[in-house]
């Protein structure tokens, strides 16, 4: 599944018809489709020269954490840590931020643009226990390739 999943991924970002903010929303729409454990697909990127996340392009339902402080929940530990953060079950992690009930677990793997971590994709399952080392692989795969297009956007 992964493997077919990154020609797709590389079609959509390689697309110069399409803006960045539409090629980052359909690759977050293509993963939340198409793999049966992501149920909440989405980017944060730093908010300028302000030590917190702010919601990028996502796909499933709206949440209300659109800002996240560096620190704060898991998003907010991997902009401080830059490493990825695999939580098999949410209800274990004090610093945890819910955006919904539904969550099981949740895996964020920081981008990096130039060696800085600038970003990250953050996948919500409803599954308990879902991530493995292929999801970890192919998420560093999307934020690699992520980060060839967007050196303008997040200027
Ligand atoms: N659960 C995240 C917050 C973002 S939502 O999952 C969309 C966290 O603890 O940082």
């Known amino acids: 599944m992964f493997k077919e999943l990154q020609s797709k991924v590389n079609a959509i970002l390689s697309n110069a018809d399409s803006s960045i903010e539409n090629r980052l929303q359909a690759v977050c729409e293509l993963l939340k489709t198409t793999v049966p454990h992501y149920d909440w697909v989405g980017f944060y990127f730093k908010n300028g020269d302000k030590e917190e996340l702010k919601l990028g392009p996502y796909a499933g339902k709206p949440t209300d954490h659109t800002i996240i402080p560096f620190g704060k929940g898991i998003c907010g530990q991997v902009a401080i840590s830059n490493q990825n953060f695999v939580v098999p079950d949410v209800s274990a992690q004090d610093n945890y931020i819910a955006c919904?009930?539904?969550?099981?677990?949740?895996?964020?793997?920081?981008?990096?643009?130039?060696?800085?971590?600038?970003?990250?994709i953050d996948i919500d399952s409803n599954t308990p226990d879902p991530f493995t080392g292929q999801d970890e692989r192919f998420l560093e795969f999307v934020n690699q390739n992520v980060a060839k297009i967007i050196q303008g956007y997040l200027e």
């Open 100 to 120: 919904s009930i539904t969550v099981k677990s949740e895996i964020v793997v920081p981008l990096f643009l130039n060696g800085q971590n600038v970003g990250q």
